[in-house]
């Protein structure tokens, strides 16, 4: 199983080979954004594969760490990449060691920052037009 159309993170949708990961590595970043660094190559399975990679100094706590992961898979879960092998890296700080571990607001940016960086690797085709905002109709 392959994990197609489930809501699991399949082993076989995981990047976990050190070796895998350096591969991919190698290559310059895909895209940027204010906390994070996306790098992607493209595989030949017929599905896209994921890493993660959340360094403890710039998410001292575990919950943090953990919350970063979790979101980050969920979103790759639900977008229907091509067939790449993606890795997320945090890149800077989200958050200090005196707030708290994770608000809302820090879940809503990470979520909001991640979509926008594993959008840019959807096929041109697939990129859907923004959804219309609500437009009065005066």
Do not use: W
């Amino acid at each position: 199983m392959t994990g197609e159309g489930s809501h699991d993170f399949a082993r076989v949708r995981r990047i976990v080979k050190t070796d895998e990961f350096s591969s991919v590595f190698r290559l310059r970043p895909a895209q940027k954004s204010a906390h994070f660094v996306l790098y992607t190559r493209a595989n030949t399975l017929p599905h896209a594969r994921l890493g993660v990679v959340v360094a403890k100094r710039f998410a001292p706590r575990a919950v943090t760490r953990n919350t970063i992961k979790r979101v980050t898979r969920e979103l790759f879960r639900v977008m229907q990449l091509p067939a790449l092998d993606c890795i997320v890296r945090l890149a800077r700080p989200v958050i200090g060691k005196d707030g708290p571990a994770t608000t809302a607001a820090l879940k809503a940016t990470l979520r909001g920052e991640l979509t926008r960086l594993l959008s840019s690797q959807l096929p041109r085709t697939a990129k859907a037009a923004p959804p219309a905002a609500t437009e009065s109709a005066s």
